[in-house]
């Protein structure tokens, strides 16, 4: 008997692990994103305990993903020039290293806030180099056929991560100290990199082309903006990243002064997100066709912002929790059909700078941990989660509406043409 039966092998996701190097490539994101998820709540935790501050909470959220605001259309222009899987295997080996600096800190009793903030900055230099590139080789690992379910399968190991982190953050945290849960980091970026160094590199070879950077930067921005498409799903972007992606910058302060919780507490809804993204990832995998991209882009945003708005007025665990899931299922869908439809309607040979346009979404959630924070502090935690939700669900309805128009609902968004030269 096959142990995997064939009408499963047929699902959109599933046909992406016939690739030798894709499935190299999802088992090295299996260890990076248990890295990176881990990474990013325990800087948040370690922040609290420094500081006791939603500001400061906000800084390391701007220190973190700021530095892709400046630098990641470069990272974009890098990725087009040089070979990507070299690249990424040597950010993310920085990663590692800047992992186990901040466990020596903290061991040693020498971490400050500002120190933390500072390596913060360096990991954000690093993904700006790092995400333009990791993105663009999805199209050379499967084939742009199977490109949808590929996303959809990279989205799952990144929301498993968001499980297996939230079940030993706290216990690990106890265990063997903050310290430690570093030390974890650093040892699953060093397994990252040992696994894509059994990839072959040619599939991400460099083009060859040497043009002035500056044109090719340029080139690249003129691309996205003859683009309806693409233009627009970043205006849409930005705002889902300045409003709605920071709210875990605020769990911290939400479950210690609404819900009266703690480090457990904590766990526990980052938990409930985690799994809430699994579910969501799965059904793309499982269910998703290009077709179905506007519908999914649209009505998950809005349960998005919805979902967000639930859990700025809970205030107990059961309803948080539940909350965090419908997050987790809706930003995961929506997140991931909006990242299909741009990989879909762009030309490889523009694909790095692409990327890198579109993770100015993610480094405006920098820009939207220090608003949000702000008003956490000038008001209160739900007064900004709620708002944060408000505007994400008007953002997103009026903006796939004023993109696609009745397409959105009937036609693959996916299809509509692409900018030429």
């Known amino acids: 008997m096959a142990l995997i039966p064939e009408y499963v092998k047929q699902r959109p996701g599933f046909a992406?692990?016939?690739?030798?190097?894709?499935?190299?490539?999802w088992v090295a994101a299996a260890f990076s994103n248990v890295g990176m998820w881990t990474l990013t709540a325990g800087r948040l935790w370690l922040m609290h305990e420094l500081t006791d501050s939603p500001v400061a909470l906000g800084l390391v959220t701007l220190s973190s993903l700021?530095?892709?605001?400046?630098f990641s259309v470069w990272g974009g222009v890098v990725a087009d020039r040089v070979n990507r899987l070299k690249l990424v295997m040597f950010t993310r080996g920085m990663f590692a290293v800047t992992a186990l600096l901040t466990g020596v800190l903290v061991a040693t009793d020498l971490i400050t806030p500002w120190q933390l903030i500072a390596i913060s900055l360096v990991n954000g230099f690093l993904l700006s180099f790092d995400i333009p590139s990791r993105q663009a080789m999805m199209p050379a690992l499967v084939g742009?056929?199977?490109?949808p379910g590929a996303i959809a399968m990279y989205s799952f190991v990144t929301t498993g991560s968001a499980i297996m982190g939230p079940i030993f953050f706290a216990p690990f945290v106890k265990?063997?100290?903050?310290?430690?849960?570093?030390?974890?980091?650093?040892?699953?970026?060093?397994?990252?990199?040992?696994?894509?160094?059994?990839m072959k590199s040619k599939h991400n070879a460099s083009t060859g082309e040497s043009r002035p950077i500056l044109r090719d930067l340029k080139d690249g921005f003129t691309y996205v903006?003859?683009?309806r498409i693409l233009f627009g799903l970043l205006i849409m972007g930005f705002f889902v990243g300045v409003f709605g992606a920071p709210y875990q910058t605020l769990l911290p302060v939400l479950v210690e002064d609404v819900i009266a919780g703690d480090i457990d507490d904590f766990?526990?809804?980052?938990?409930?997100?985690?799994?809430?993204?699994?579910?969501?990832?799965f059904a793309m995998a499982w269910w998703g066709r290009p077709e179905r991209m506007g519908q999914t882009l649209l009505f998950m945003g809005v349960a998005f912002g919805a979902a967000l708005m639930t859990l700025a007025w809970s205030t107990s665990m059961p309803i948080a929790i539940i909350a965090m899931t419908a997050i987790g299922i809706t930003g995961t869908l929506h997140q991931t059909a909006r990242g299909t439809i741009v990989q879909m309607a762009t030309d490889n040979r523009y694909l790095g700078r692409v990327m890198s346009i579109h993770q100015l979404i993610w480094g405006s959630s920098a820009i939207g941990g220090l608003i949000m924070g702000a008003l956490a502090s000038a008001v209160d935690v739900q007064f900004a989660l709620g708002l944060g939700g408000a505007i994400c669900a008007g953002a997103i309805?009026?903006?796939?509406?004023?993109?696609?128009?009745?397409?959105?609902f009937t036609t693959s968004p996916a299809a509509v043409p692409t900018p030429t030269d």
């Open 16 to 25: 992406a692990f016939g690739y030798r190097e894709y499935r190299l490539f």
């Open 66 to 70: 700021g530095p892709i605001l400046i």
């Open 144 to 147: 742009r056929e199977h490109l």
């Open 175 to 198: 265990l063997a100290g903050i310290e430690g849960l570093f030390y974890i980091i650093g040892v699953s970026y060093i397994a990252t990199v040992g696994m894509m160094s059994v």
């Open 225 to 227: 903006r003859r683009s």
């Open 267 to 281: 766990g526990g809804l980052l938990l409930g997100s985690g799994v809430g993204a699994s579910i969501g990832a």
């Open 397 to 408: 309805a009026i903006g796939t509406v004023a993109i696609f128009g009745r397409g959105a």
